[in-house]
C-alpha cells in the first residue's frame, strides 16, 4: 500500500469516527471539497462545517471500501467506496468515486462522485430526509 493510499485510508476511518477537528487536521487548510450537486466547498472550515450537517443527525457512520488506485508518486488516490449512515438500527449507503489529492503529507483536494436518486430512496425506506438538494431523481 502506497504512502497516498495510507493518507486517504487514515482520513476515511477518521470519517467514521466522525471527530471534525481530527479530520481538519489531515487535510490543507486550503482544500478544495467537491461533493455534487453542492457547490465545492473552499477551505478546511468550508468543509466540516458541510460534514457537520449529517453527523449531528445520524447517530454514527462506516465505510467499506472496494477499490484503490494510486498514482506513481502517491499523490493522486482513487477510490471506490460504499458510506453508510446509521439511524438506529438503519442505514443507507451511497457508493462513491472519489479522488483524493495529496500534497505535504495532507489532503489539499477531494472530489466524491455518487448516485444521489439511489441514496435518496434507501434514506425515504428507512425514515429520513437525504439532505438538501438531494433527491429520488437523477441529478
Same mark, same amino acid.
Given at each position: 500500500?502506497?504512502?497516498?493510499?495510507?493518507?486517504?485510508?487514515? %482520513?476515511?476511518?477518521?470519517? &467514521?469516527?466522525?471527530?471534525?477537528?481530527?479530520?481538519? &487536521?489531515?487535510?490543507?487548510?486550503?482544500?478544495?471539497?467537491?461533493?455534487?450537486?453542492?457547490?465545492?466547498?473552499?477551505?478546511?472550515?468550508?468543509?466540516? &462545517?458541510?460534514?457537520?450537517? /449529517?453527523?449531528?443527525?445520524?447517530?454514527?457512520?462506516?465505510?467499506?471500501?472496494?477499490?484503490?488506485?494510486? /498514482? &506513481?508518486?502517491?499523490?493522486?488516490?482513487?477510490?471506490?467506496?460504499?458510506?453508510?449512515?446509521?439511524?438506529?438500527?438503519?442505514?443507507?449507503?451511497?457508493? %462513491?468515486?472519489?479522488? %483524493?489529492?495529496?500534497?505535504?503529507?495532507?489532503?489539499?483536494?477531494?472530489?466524491?462522485?455518487?448516485?444521489?436518486?439511489? %441514496?435518496?430512496?434507501?434514506?425515504?425506506?428507512?425514515?429520513?430526509?437525504?439532505?438538501?438538494?438531494? /433527491? /429520488?431523481?437523477?441529478?
Amino acid at each position: 500500500m502506497g504512502e497516498g493510499i495510507k493518507i486517504v485510508e487514515a %482520513f476515511l476511518r477518521t470519517l &467514521e469516527s466522525r471527530d471534525l477537528d481530527k479530520l481538519g &487536521e489531515l487535510v490543507t487548510e486550503d482544500i478544495i471539497y467537491s461533493n455534487p450537486p453542492s457547490p465545492a466547498h473552499l477551505g478546511r472550515q468550508a468543509m466540516t &462545517e458541510f460534514l457537520s450537517f /449529517n453527523y449531528k443527525r445520524m447517530d454514527g457512520s462506516s465505510c467499506t471500501i472496494h477499490h484503490w488506485a494510486e /498514482n &506513481e508518486t502517491g499523490t493522486v488516490v482513487m477510490n471506490e467506496r460504499t458510506e453508510y449512515m446509521h439511524f438506529g438500527d438503519k442505514k443507507a449507503g451511497a457508493t %462513491f468515486m472519489g479522488i %483524493f489529492e495529496i500534497r505535504d503529507g495532507k489532503i489539499c483536494a477531494w472530489r466524491d462522485y455518487w448516485d444521489h436518486a439511489s %441514496f435518496a430512496a434507501q434514506m425515504a425506506a428507512i425514515g429520513q430526509a437525504a439532505g438538501p438538494g438531494i /433527491n /429520488n431523481s437523477s441529478s
